[in-house]
């Protein structure tokens, strides 16, 4: 049963550059999360949508931070240009949908894509 | 507003048991729940509690919820070195059930 998939794992790239992150749900699920983990802010909501459509983007930091999901087994969050505060582990998360509350609605995380911006 | 809160770090001996706390201010939360993020690896649900519920016990593992002062505990029986990890807890809320807010996790480290 495969998990939450994202790519790449680890990136590190110069400032100023396009960074494109991939994730893949779990098949079946209808909401994706994109998080951010750094030392400083701890675990940060990004985005998420449910059935395709972004729901919250209020955790975008800036124009710069773009994600889509143009089908329900893919979405990208794409950094233009990247900036070293960028840093950080991204991860994708997915779940049942919306408006199921409970375990049944369990968030699984992917594995996460370490960006390191110099 | 949203805002839950963790103790930083945690050093327990193994064997031991490790209790981690954690705070949040939003009443009226659904469910609350406990994940667990080993090195390098992404984060992985240990356990839940739904809010109209005082304890769940779940083989080493007992969630405590004190709604009145918002106040979730996980307790870690006969701890491990493979518990060593980060702890976070995490609430849902409401019609957005499935929009998590995290606390800033919790090291726990266990020494032999």
């Known amino acids: 049963d495969a998990g939450v998939i994202q790519s790449p794992r680890h990136e590190v790239t110069e400032m100023g550059q396009e960074v494109t992150l991939r994730c893949k749900p779990i098949?079946?699920?209808?909401?994706l999360f994109w998080y951010r983990q750094t030392m400083m802010r701890g675990l940060e909501l990004l985005i998420y949508?449910?059935?395709?459509?972004?729901?919250?983007d209020s955790g975008m930091p800036e124009d710069r931070f773009s994600a889509k999901m143009p089908n329900a087994s893919f979405s990208t969050l794409k950094i233009q240009p990247s900036e070293p505060r960028d840093s950080a582990v991204y991860f994708c998360?997915?779940?049942?949908?919306?408006?199921?509350?409970?375990?049944?609605?369990?968030?699984?995380f992917g594995e996460g894509s370490w960006l390191t911006v110099v | 507003g949203e805002d839950v809160e963790q103790s930083l770090f945690l050093s327990v001996r193994e064997g031991d048991s490790s209790v981690i706390n954690c705070t949040y201010t939003d009443s009226s939360s659904t469910y609350l729940y406990w994940y667990k993020q080993e090195p390098g690896a992404g984060l992985q649900l240990l356990t839940y509690i739904f809010s109209n519920m005082d304890m769940k016990q779940d083989q080493r593992l007992t969630v405590l919820l004190n709604k009145k002062d918002k106040h979730l505990s996980l307790r870690i029986a006969d701890t491990q070195t493979g518990d060593s990890a980060i702890y976070f807890c995490?609430?849902?809320?409401?019609?957005?059930?499935?929009?998590?807010?995290f606390g800033g996790g919790t090291r726990v480290l266990v020494k032999p």
């Open positions: 998360a997915s779940s049942l949908g919306q408006m199921v509350i409970g375990p049944g609605n369990t968030i699984y």
């Open positions: 995490a609430e849902s809320i409401g019609a957005a059930g499935n929009k998590l807010t």
């Open positions: 098949s079946g699920h209808n909401s």
């Open positions: 949508f449910n059935n395709n459509v972004p729901i919250d």
